[in-house]
């Protein structure tokens, strides 16, 4: 199979960048692991009931029309397909329906989008602890919400949300404990000027607050030393806050501290990537049109630095345009015309983006957790192993591999990665753009050893070039 553009993701910038490239007649397969599109922000948004679409609020309701677009576009879609690697001539390697096969891309837009903060804190792999975005899916997809009243703990803007999601649908959180520390708002505050370029984000923010006041639901502020409490399961979240200790019992803890780009994907091709304190992640190293340090591939949405859904479509465009100036696909001035009203309204969408970074930056328990808190949940590696062996002269993630096995289960890094880099970097005394991140390795995530076994790589497949495809430049080269 070949075609001209690969995109992986179908959240909102996977689907507009699929749409735009496809609406100029480029040749698009793109790579979606749920079975219908949306993404996480966006999911089951097709199907979803009318009443539940309306529960979920306007900005979800939004992406029907991407995914409209995206339908009418002409792009090839597979869903239900793991993209489980790709290779530096653009060779993608996919499993659909028991089986693997291989596409070969002139040019990759990688929009695979966020992951959750890892939250290494004492009690965070007991049963009934979930994060926050778990809980939403159930709530998209399935109409499902808690038996029992869920604690919402961590922070961010998805915290707020999701609580008033599930006060909505009937099914209020028993509490929701936030650890901005205080004095946090003070400092943001410097970002306030900015930030009333995008006045609907406080707004919205504002009524999601005075609605869980008027819900009364317990909105707990400033906690620190939070511990979930359990012995075969959650039972209760306990932590310090207003200068005495709380204890509020629930079978079920959904926990959150902001999303990171998913940078699998990114780290496995070697594109360069950059440490953001703002963001207190890695984010990949990009020029103006969203192409990375290597050469034809992209990086599209929350992967190319958090910034929601609004601008991941913005994104997702940009990305597509850059695509076709590549392939020389459009007239210049046009191109231009179109690139600078998209980028205008990526600046006013993201006017916000500082304010909530400063106000809403993970706290100091899961920046650096207690020697005894588990950070690798797959291999059962502590914080203070991980202490223990940089003592002993383990100099980064990668070396911790070797001492520990840490980072060497089936998520690859994706629960520990940006903990253990922050613990390493902080016992050493260094910063972490120069401890770095794990080396990531194909398979991306685990398969079955008979779809391994079935691959059919690029050539093998009969029908591959569409008819009309323009030469591929990497064999002419």
């Known amino acids: 199979m070949r075609c001209d553009l690969a995109v992986i993701g179908a959240g909102p910038a996977g689907l507009a960048a699929a749409t735009r490239a496809a609406e100029a007649g480029l040749a698009v397969e793109l790579f979606d692991e749920q079975p219908a599109p949306g993404g996480q922000i966006y999911r089951a948004v097709e199907s979803v009931p009318a009443a539940r679409r309306a529960l979920l609020g306007p900005d979800y309701a939004a992406g029907a029309e991407l995914a409209a677009a995206f339908r009418a576009s002409g792009a090839g879609y597979r869903p239900g397909a793991l993209v489980w690697n ?14 693997s096969r291989q596409c070969r891309a002139r040019a990759l837009v990688v929009a695979t989008g966020a992951l959750e903060r890892p939250t290494p804190l004492p009690g965070w792999t007991l049963p009934g602890v979930t994060t926050a975005g778990a809980l939403q899916i159930l709530l998209k997809a399935h109409g499902c919400v808690p038996s029992e009243g869920a604690i919402l ?71 620190t030393d939070l511990v979930i409490e359990g012995r075969e399961q959650a039972e209760a979240l306990s932590f310090t806050a207003g200068g005495r200790r709380h204890r509020i019992e629930s079978g079920l803890v959904a926990l959150h501290q902001g999303v990171v780009p998913n940078q699998q994907v990114t780290r496995l091709l070697r594109c360069a990537h950059r440490w953001s304190d703002s963001q207190r992640c890695f984010l990949p190293v990009l020029d103006p049109w969203f192409e990375s340090s290597v050469e034809k591939v992209f990086v599209a949405g ?34 231009e015309q179109e690139a600078g009203g998209l980028r205008r309204r990526l600046v006013r969408d993201g006017a916000v983006r500082p304010l909530l970074e400063a106000l809403y930056a993970p706290s100091a328990q899961v920046l650096a957790p207690a020697d005894e808190t588990l ?30 096995r840490c980072g ?70």
């Open 86 to 99: 790709v290779d530096s001539t653009l060779d993608i390697d996919f499993s659909q329906g028991g089986r």
């Open 408 to 477: 060497m289960g089936p998520c690859q890094g994706r629960m520990c990665g940006l903990a253990v880099t922050e613990i390493i970097a902080a016992e050493r005394g260094e910063v972490p753009q120069t401890v770095d991140y794990y080396r990531i390795r194909p398979p991306l995530k685990p398969l079955p050893l008979i779809e391994l076994a079935s691959f059919e790589a690029a050539e093998d497949q009969p029908g591959d070039a569409p008819p009309d495809a323009p030469p591929d430049d990497r064999d002419a080269a």
């Open 375 to 404: 950070v690798c949940r797959c291999e059962e590696v502590t914080a203070g192993q991980i202490r223990q062996a940089v003592r002993l002269g383990c100099p980064g993630p990668n070396q911790a591999k070797s001492f520990l």
């Open 302 to 335: 929350d992967g190319a630095g958090i910034g929601g859904a609004a601008s991941a479509a913005l994104r997702g465009r940009l990305a597509a345009l850059g695509v076709l100036r590549r392939f020389g696909a459009l007239d210049g001035a046009a191109l």
């Open 153 to 223: 703990a961590g922070s961010g803007p998805l915290l707020l949300l999701l609580a008033d999601q599930l006060t909505r649908a009937g099914a209020p959180p028993r509490a929701v404990v936030e650890t901005v520390p205080r004095g946090r708002l003070l400092e943001a505050a410097r970002h306030l000027p900015a930030a009333l370029g995008a006045p609907g984000y406080l707004a919205k923010g504002l009524r999601m607050i005075r609605a869980l006041r008027r819900a009364g639901v317990p909105l707990h502020r400033h906690a």
